[in-house]
């Protein structure tokens, strides 16, 4: 196949970026640069490697280029991903974006729900004083997220405990300084309805409960910390304000790169 047959098999199948991920198949499966699968001469070549062909196939039935390519950027670094964590997010940056300036010095954070670990690891890599335990429910997705603080080199800085975000945490999510979370905060009742690929996603890291606001009560109401830094859908933020306000906490919100409410800033003076 060629890159514009690619790019046409992927159009076909509703895919809307189907040119520039046609060029970031070859790029990875032919280990040639994306520059060189932008060049003209490029595309006038016929792929018949198969394990190209295989993962066109997987792209065009709606699966996630990150999981086919087995990684995604995000905050300036590559994390590997798979099938048992979520994919991590331009949106999500900013809640890294608010833990760099927020996190009190020298202190030890909570990333609960970590999957890949993106964003316990890019804040650790934008604050060298701080430390960080990363919890998930997942034994699967916790190894992903320990390799990938391997490859960063900040294995020493951060911890890994596998444990339910809805039922009692470790002791030492508990004394922990701050928690980070991107947790599920999808309605249950809208999950059916979204984009093909969210299908591949794993369930335990979109569904939010009816009102997709349970694991924000449990942890709020489990974990006696003074901070808490939120991602949130982008029709929540009132109702973080309030769930955050009635528990005796300041309240703001962050406003993602399109204006929507992105991040919840939950805290208590001590």
Do not use: W
Request: charged content about 25%; glycine content about 6%; overall charge negative.
């Amino acid at each position: 196949m060629t890159v514009k047959e690619i790019a046409g098999a992927l159009a076909a199948s509703g895919i809307e970026d189907a040119s520039l991920e046609a060029r970031l198949l070859v790029s990875h499966f032919e280990k040639i640069t994306l520059a060189e699968a932008l060049n003209a001469e490029i595309c006038k070549e016929s792929f018949t490697d198969e394990a190209l062909l295989s993962a066109v196939a997987r792209r065009t039935h709606r699966e996630p280029l990150a999981y086919i390519i087995g990684e995604v950027g995000f905050y300036g670094e590559d994390f590997l991903v798979s099938p048992a964590c979520l994919i991590p997010r331009a949106d999500t940056e900013i809640l890294v974006d608010a833990a760099i300036s927020l996190l009190p010095p020298g202190a030890v954070f909570a990333d609960v729900g970590t999957g890949s670990g993106c964003i316990a690891l890019s804040v650790l890599r934008h604050r060298e004083d701080l430390s960080a335990i990363a919890v998930d429910i997942s034994k699967d997705a916790l190894e992903i997220a320990q390799r990938n603080a391997a490859r960063l080199s900040l294995s020493h800085r951060i911890r890994f405990l596998q444990a339910d975000a809805l039922a009692p945490l470790p002791e030492a999510v508990l004394t922990a300084d701050a928690i980070l979370s991107n947790p599920p905060y999808i309605q249950s009742a809208v999950i059916p309805t979204l984009a093909p690929e969210l299908a591949f996603e794993p369930s335990l890291a979109l569904d939010g409960g009816k009102d997709g606001l349970l694991f924000y009560r449990s942890l709020l109401d489990n974990c006696p910390l003074p901070l808490f830094l939120f991602e949130i859908g982008y029709d929540q933020g009132d109702a973080l304000l309030s769930l955050g306000r009635e528990r005796g906490f300041s309240a703001s919100v962050r406003k993602d790169f399109g204006g929507r409410d992105r991040v919840a800033i939950l805290s208590k003076m001590p």
